[in-house]
């Protein structure tokens, strides 16, 4: 791996304004990968928009710091706004915040928008922004995100103006705003009440049971005059792959999320629903908690990376529809991706030579998994299960229960199936996933090399410089992380042919950015 000496590099902030500002542009226009969408149909307003996703928990809540599945986010990008969103084509778009500047990249002003309210009627203010972004910070904060905003060391008011200053300079903190855990609440005594069902998103909480339904109705006062097109939002939490795809053919529902490849031919061939492929940065994930045994050893870690046959599990599971990835979280549509990193294939003779490394002739782990985790999450278990058997490792498959899946098992038992969505900035994913102490980090794993270039990237204004901490970054990740990452999966979503969508789908997250309840409509 590449090695070099942190001192030797620049460590001043961005001293010009216009430096910065271009910084962040250029990221911005550069990270996604953009989908592409036929049929362009005229806006109208009207209808009941029905979702069926694959995600969804009895444990789900309002409370913005736990928000941990697409049901969850969904159904808070119907209802809330952040400081600042990503648009289709990646690039920011101010929302709550109409405009964000600084000088040196550690004082940061969001300029708050006047003429904002919540459902309740009452006006957004100043204050309301600095108790959501303080909900995320603090020793008390329970949080997913507050290990990504600890680099902060205030937040204050100026007139109209939130003012966030950080421990060292951050060009990319304008896309960490964008995070959906940061919704802009109504506060009380400076603090938000995160079971609030408020907020001043194009729609209104009529009812909601966590992991099996939300209904919202149109908010007639929403500020964005070109969004929230449908009257009614309805979100079902459906976890069977099979009873999905019957909800979207009979109608039940005109959205499905984690399509099965072997359905597409069916589904296109009864002309009910279009098929939506958008390549992005997100990544279906085997944690192993590398505080347990035999976890804790990376050369049993190496081992089970070598044991995976990526190639086909990309062809079976995703059916094409992604492609194979280097137990990198960092994806190619990353600004610093690292395409030459040595890359990984299957090779039991190799896996076998690590568990010698380790002191061992054969290993014998269990794997959990349930297709929560991911569509074909128990077959990809499986087929690792078969790749492991020629390098002596035994893989018990623990095909468990779908609900309560993030609740019971993810983040409890030492080896699991998962998925992220990615993030569009490295320092995001990194920061959530991999950092010390993050709420996220579903390895607790540590490396302190990475956590000391993890801080130091943040505030590099030389490009190759920056450019070869994420490498490294990467590098150490990919073969010193806990975190096995097979595949770089797209976003394949099924959608009914009465509902229109814009000619250019967003990528950096599912759903269009989670934002499908604002930008589509009824054809």
Aim: include cysteine; hydrophobic fraction near 40%.
């Amino acid at each position: 791996m590449t090695r070099y000496n942190l001192p030797a590099l620049a460590r001043s902030g961005v001293s010009r304004r216009g430096v910065l500002q271009g910084a962040a542009a250029v990221g911005a226009a550069g990270l996604i990968l953009p989908g592409t969408m036929s049929r362009a149909r005229a806006q109208t307003r009207g209808g009941t928009f029905r979702i069926g996703l694959g995600h969804g928990s009895t444990g789900d809540s309002y409370d913005p710091g736990l928000w941990d599945n697409l049901y969850a986010q969904t159904f808070a990008a119907a209802r809330h706004n952040q400081l600042i969103e990503v648009g289709a084509d990646g690039n920011l778009v101010p929302e709550v915040a109409e405009s964000w500047d600084s000088d040196d990249g550690i004082t940061w002003v969001f300029r708050i928008r006047e003429g904002l309210t919540f459902h309740s009627g009452r006006d957004v203010t100043v204050e309301d922004v600095i108790a959501s972004i303080n909900h995320h910070r603090g020793d008390d904060s329970t949080s997913a995100v507050k290990t990504l905003l600890e680099p902060i060391t205030d937040v204050t008011a100026d007139g109209q103006n939130v003012v966030v200053t950080l421990n060292a300079a951050n060009a990319d903190l304008p896309y960490l705003m964008t995070d959906y855990h940061i919704a802009i609440m109504p506060a009380v005594d400076g603090r938000i009440d995160p079971n609030s069902t408020d907020g001043l998103g194009g729609y209104i909480v009529e009812s909601y049971e966590p992991g099996v339904q939300a209904t919202l109705t149109r908010n007639p006062d929403y500020w964005k005059e070109d969004r929230a097109w449908f009257d009614r939002i309805e979100i079902l939490s459906i976890l069977d792959p099979a009873a999905r795809l019957n909800a979207l053919i009979t109608g039940e529902v005109h959205l499905i999320d984690q399509v099965d490849p072997a359905t597409i031919g069916m589904l296109e061939g009864r002309g009910v629903a279009r098929i939506l492929s958008i390549p992005g940065n997100a990544h279906y994930v085997f944690p192993m908690d590398s505080r347990a045994a035999p976890f804790d050893d990376n050369n049993v870690r190496l081992a089970l990376k070598y044991a995976l046959d990526r190639e086909a599990m990309v062809d079976v599971i995703l059916g094409g529809h992604g492609a194979v990835s280097n137990d990198n979280p960092i994806g190619p549509a990353n600004r610093f991706f690292h395409a030459e990193m040595e890359a990984k294939t299957y090779d039991p003779d190799r896996a076998r030579y690590y568990l010698q490394q380790a002191g061992l002739e054969s290993l014998d782990v269990t794997l959990a998994a349930a297709d929560a985790a991911f569509s074909g999450a128990v077959d990809a278990a499986s087929m690792f299960s078969e790749n492991a058997r020629a390098a002596g490792i035994n893989i018990t498959v623990d095909r468990v229960p779908n609900d309560g899946y993030w609740d019971n098992v993810w983040m409890k038992v030492p080896f699991c199936a998962s998925y992220w969505g990615g993030r569009a900035v490295e320092d995001h994913m990194f920061t959530t996933g991999y950092a010390s102490g993050s709420a996220w980090n579903d390895s607790f794993w540590e490396n302190e090399r990475f956590n000391e270039l993890l801080v130091a990237a943040r505030s590099e204004i030389d490009e190759d410089l920056r450019r070869e901490m994420y490498y490294e970054m990467q590098e150490i990740v990919s073969f010193e992380g806990s975190v096995i990452i097979p595949m770089n999966n797209n976003y394949v979503m099924a959608v009914a042919n009465e509902v229109a969508t814009p000619e250019r789908i967003s990528a950096n997250w599912n759903l269009d950015g989670f934002r499908c309840v604002e930008r589509w409509w009824m054809a």
